[in-house]
């Protein structure tokens, strides 16, 4: 014999809960609900460090051609004022300029670091 349901039971619960399933229930879902947030969190820092990662080869790569660039303009330089004036006046004035530029530099440097 089939057992019939009365439809205006539905909601209500005739039964006292099962404490100890319920709170095993709340906890594996806080379980779970911790363990999605911190598999989130790893991908978030593991895309976040590749990404800071990839910057600094940039800047790295951006540091060492800038100082081989550097490197070869200074010695075109130099070259090209012992076209006119011997090594040592070549020398002379291409230091005092980039002593200069430095000197001149800093003090802008300066003044900016006062204004703020």
């Given at each position: 014999?089939?057992?019939?349901?009365?439809?205006s039971?539905h909601?209500?619960m005739?039964?006292?809960?099962?404490?100890p399933?319920?709170l095993?229930?709340?906890?594996?879902?806080l379980s779970?609900?911790?363990s999605?947030e911190?598999?989130?969190l790893?991908?978030?820092?593991?895309r976040l460090i590749?990404?800071?990662?990839?910057?600094?080869?940039?800047?790295?790569a951006?540091?060492?051609?800038?100082?081989?660039?550097s490197?070869f303009?200074?010695?075109?330089?130099?070259?090209?004022?012992?076209?006119?004036?011997?090594?040592?006046?070549?020398?002379?004035?291409?230091?005092?300029?980039?002593?200069?530029l430095g000197?001149?530099?800093q003090?802008?440097m300066?003044?900016?670091?006062?204004?703020?």
């Open positions: 014999m089939a057992k019939q349901s009365n439809s039971n909601g209500v005739t039964e006292n809960p099962n404490w399933e319920l095993a229930r709340t906890v594996d879902d779970k609900v911790a999605t911190i598999k989130l790893e991908a978030t820092l593991k590749e990404s800071q990662t990839d910057k600094i080869v940039g800047m790295l951006l540091v060492v051609a800038f100082g081989y660039g490197l303009l200074l010695g075109g330089i130099v070259l090209l004022i012992h076209l006119w004036l011997a090594w040592w006046l070549a020398f002379l004035i291409t230091g005092i300029a980039i002593c200069s000197i001149a530099f003090r802008v300066s003044a900016a670091a006062k204004k703020k």
